[in-house]
Nanobody, 116 residues
Framework: QVQLEESGGGLVQPGGSLRLSCAAS????????MGWYRQSPGKERELVAD????????NYADSVKGRFTISRDNDKRTLFLQMNMLKPEDTAVYYC?????????WGQGTQVTVSS
């Protein structure tokens, strides 16, 4: 089973940037459409961006479109999320996983806090 490890979160001021990374342990990562999800207290986990296995196709939730960029490096089995112009409402724990079932085991996520 693939293990996922997210990193790169932190505390940032509104308008700032962060780059998240997700390292995957298995080669099956390269064949799956992957996504970044986020979950804030009291809310359901939501998919904010996804990318095809080749990296040629991407999709974004309206709330992050134009500010976030998803990418992947299949040689390194790593997924990225560049987050710019961060807003307080982006505060959440961010996770990576496949876009559709069957899902990999969920990692612990990485906390992103946007606050002045």
């Amino acid at each position: 089973q693939v293990q996922l490890e997210e990193s790169g979160g932190g505390l940032v001021q509104p308008g700032g940037s962060l780059r998240l990374s997700c390292a995957a342990s298995g080669s099956i990562f390269n064949s799956r459409i992957m996504g970044w999800y986020r979950q804030s207290p009291g809310k359901e986990r939501e998919l904010v961006a996804d990318i095809t296995n080749s990296g040629a196709g991407v999709n974004y939730a309206d709330s992050v479109k134009g500010r976030f960029t998803i990418s992947r490096d299949n040689d390194k089995r790593t997924l990225f999320l560049q987050m710019n112009m961060l807003k307080p409402e982006d505060t959440a724990v961010y996770y990576c996983n496949t876009k559709r079932a069957p899902f990999f085991n969920w990692g612990q996520g990485t906390q992103v806090t946007v606050s002045s």
